[in-house]
Nanobody, 124 residues
Framework: QVQLVESGGGLVQAGGSLRLSCAAS????????MGWFRQAPGQEREFVAT????????YYADSVKGRFNISRVNAKNTVYLQMNSLKPEDMAIYYC?????????????????WGQGTQVTVSS
């Protein structure tokens, strides 16, 4: 069974930074594609970033490109999302997701497992 637990959310002023973490259980974490998605109140879940099994490829939503960075440490079964220059429109619940194969995937339905989410609040 795969479990994903996000942490690192909180309240930050516009222009500030946060680093989200997602700790995964599972012996084959190093072979998974990992992704971050977010959902703001009243809006649909949207793709934020994804990273392949070895970190060799990453892909970002246009809205976060140049501000957010996704990375992973397979030895720690953890994926990170470094968020810089945060804007009020970044405020949402952020979810970590895992797909049990490698590749670049941007659709939520392509992922097999999801975490419970962590709230990011950005004050203007």
């Amino acid at each position: 069974q795969v479990q994903l637990v996000e942490s690192g959310g909180g309240l930050v002023q516009a222009g500030g930074s946060l680093r989200l973490s997602c700790a995964a259980s599972g012996r084959t974490f190093s072979s998974w594609t990992m992704g971050w998605f977010r959902q703001a109140p009243g809006q649909e879940r949207e793709f934020v970033a994804t990273i392949t099994w070895n970190g060799g490829s990453t892909y970002y939503a246009d809205s976060v490109k140049g501000r957010f960075n996704i990375s992973r440490v397979n030895a720690k079964n953890t994926v990170y999302l470094q968020m810089n220059s945060l804007k009020p429109e970044d405020m949402a619940i952020y979810y970590c997701a895992a797909r049990l194969s490698s590749g670049i995937f941007v659709r939520g339905r392509d992922y097999d497992y999801w975490g419970q989410g962590t709230q990011v609040t950005v004050s203007s």
